[in-house]
């Protein structure tokens, strides 16, 4: 397999994370977004979305995360990311969701760019924004997070699903962007667990080969 990837994408992190926790061996190609890499005819060829990752497997390429990281799981189904009973299955979907559509598209770079230019909105705008969909979002996966979590150190339960796929890569945007993540104590401390195993660690942005 071979992974479309650029080593700061939260998306592409969620879905090196889900490689690793499965075990499955992948080359990365990187794509770097800074110059316009993931905007090129070649590019577009593979992902006509425009967007990073993209996973390509036995000659297919398919983007979005969430449906990439669905593949590997029906793929290959051990260990599960997410439970067993439709109930449960829906509550950590929610919990992804939730950082997947409703945080991360308002935080990402066409859109910064966007408020930049054409909208005018200067750097601490663009700052004010992006803090403010962040706390949004946390705020709400916090409770959903205490209502959920079995241990403290996972979002759902005491074991390691697509919601703890999802948090991670995001908690990482917050501190880039110097959020305040005080209030979220819960989060923090799932994300200083998960953060510790090694299908998380080998998946960080500086543990990337286009990390620069
Ligand atoms: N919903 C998509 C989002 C993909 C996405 O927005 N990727 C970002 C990097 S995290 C990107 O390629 N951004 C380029 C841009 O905004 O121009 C997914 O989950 O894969």
Redesign the pocket.
Known sequence: MRLYS?F?????Y?VRIALNLKGLAYETAPVD?RP?A??TPEYLAKNP?????ALEDGGAVL????A?IEYLEETHPEPPLLPRAALERARVRSMALAV??DM??LN????L?YLRSPLGSDEEEVDTWYRHWIAEGFRGLEEEARRASGDGRHMFGATVTLADVCLVPQMFNARRFKCNIEPFPLLRGICAHLETLPAFARAAPEAQPDAA
């Open positions: 650029y700061r994408s939260s998306a592409a969620r977004l316009g993931h905007r979305q425009g967007l990073v990752p983007g979005q995360s969430l990439i997947a559509c991360h598209p990402n770079l066409r859109v760019n």
